[in-house]
Nanobody, 119 residues
């Protein structure tokens, strides 16, 4: 059974930084794409960033490009999201997701971690 467990959220002032982690277990992820989504109260869920586990290729939402960096550690089966220059608009629950590259929909979801950015 695949498990995705996020950690690293918290309260930070605007301009600060946080690093989120997503520990994956239950199978090998060499053929997977993993990503971060976020959802703020009253807003729709939005894509943040994604990484191809085997190639390391990345993709970012325009709203976080240049501020956030997604990375993975193959040995630890863990994906990271380094968030710099945080803004109050980044406040949301952040969830990590995973799917096999051959599957068009996200198969596995973590429970999420709260990020709150104060102004």
């Amino acid at each position: 059974q695949v498990q995705l467990v996020e950690s690293g959220g918290g309260l930070v002032q605007a301009g600060g930084s946080l690093r989120l982690s997503c520990a994956a277990s239950g199978r090998t992820f060499s053929s997977h794409v993993m990503a971060w989504f976020r959802q703020a109260p009253g807003k729709e869920r939005e894509f943040v960033a994604a990484i191809n586990w085997s190639s390391g290729n990345t993709l970012y939402a325009d709203s976080v490009k240049g501020r956030f960096t997604v990375a993975r550690d193959n040995a630890k089966n863990t994906m990271y999201l380094q968030m710099n220059s945080l803004e109050p608009e980044d406040t949301a629950v952040y969830r990590c997701v995973a799917r096999d590259q051959s599957v068009p929909m996200w198969e596995h979801w973590g429970q999420g971690t709260q990020v709150t950015v104060s102004s």
